[in-house]
T-cell receptor, first 112, second 115 residues
Framework: SQQGEEDPQALSIQEGENATMNCSYK?????LQWYRQNSGRGLVHLIL?????REKHSGRLRVTLDTSKKSSSLLITASRAADTASYFC????????????FGTGTRLQVTL | GAVVSQHPSRVICKSGTSVKIECRSL??????MFWYRQFPKQSLMLMAT?????????EQGVEKDKFLINHASLTLSTLTVTSAHPEDSSFYIC???????????FGPGTRLTVL
């Protein structure tokens, strides 16, 4: 089965609200990464958090990692319509930018 | 910045034909590239790791004789879907390790439809 399970599967919010997505995984990791995918397009890397880090920020993005619970969350603050996309977490076991195992994804819809 | 391109972006073919998909790293060299398959509204599943100058490494359950991978140069990997069938219809995405990071650059994907 896939490494990561994401929750919720779909999220619909209004512009200006915050969006929180959660990811759980099963084995030890070197790092966890979040990617964004617009419909029918490739993936864009958003943020990487290493196993020895607990929280990381990048612009309107905030990622947390709890290795004891094997879970991570992605918070997008002050969402915009342009944030509408699918968001995937991906775990890297070896830390060599090699095999990434992707979660099931959260489809985020931001309405005006 | 460095990017990965794929060609074609869309392809429609008849059942039984073969389709080749190219993945290029545009301004960085990649000794390793990765091929993923994504079904509608699902996540990406790694199919194989393409290794420059040697054989690809396939994930469990992926038929190596059906999905032929060639990594002939440091900037080009190709995936050939042989004797395609409708169940092979999917979105195929390649990626390459982003230099000096632990992340990957992803190509824009190829939508394959087998009639």
């Amino acid at each position: 089965s896939q490494q990561g399970e994401e929750d919720p599967q779909a999220l619909s919010i209004q512009e200006g609200e915050n969006a929180t997505m959660n990811c759980s995984y099963k084995t030890s990791i070197n790092n966890l990464q979040w990617y964004r995918q617009n419909s029918g397009r490739g993936l864009v890397h958003l943020i990487l958090i290493r196993s020895n880090e607990r929280e990381k920020h990048s612009g309107r993005l905030r990622v947390t990692l709890d290795t004891s619970k094997k879970s991570s969350s992605l918070l997008i603050t002050a969402s915009r319509a342009a944030d509408t996309a699918s968001y995937f977490c991906a775990t890297d076991i070896t830390g060599t930018a090699s095999k990434l195992t992707f979660g099931t994804g959260t489809r985020l819809q931001v309405t005006l | 910045g460095a990017v990965v391109s794929q060609h074609p972006s869309r392809v429609i073919c008849k059942s039984g034909t073969s389709v080749k998909i190219e993945c290029r790293s545009l301004d960085f060299q990649a000794t390793t590239m990765f091929w993923y398959r994504q079904f509608p509204k699902q996540s990406l599943m790694l199919m194989a790791t393409s290794n420059e100058g040697s054989k690809a490494t396939y994930e469990q359950g992926v038929e190596k004789d059906k999905f032929l991978i060639n990594h002939a140069s440091l900037t080009l990997s190709t995936l050939t879907v042989t004797s395609a069938h409708p169940e092979d219809s999917s979105f195929y995405i390649c990626s390459g390790p982003r230099p000096s990071t632990d992340t990957q650059y992803f190509g824009p994907g190829t939508r394959l439809t087998v009639l």
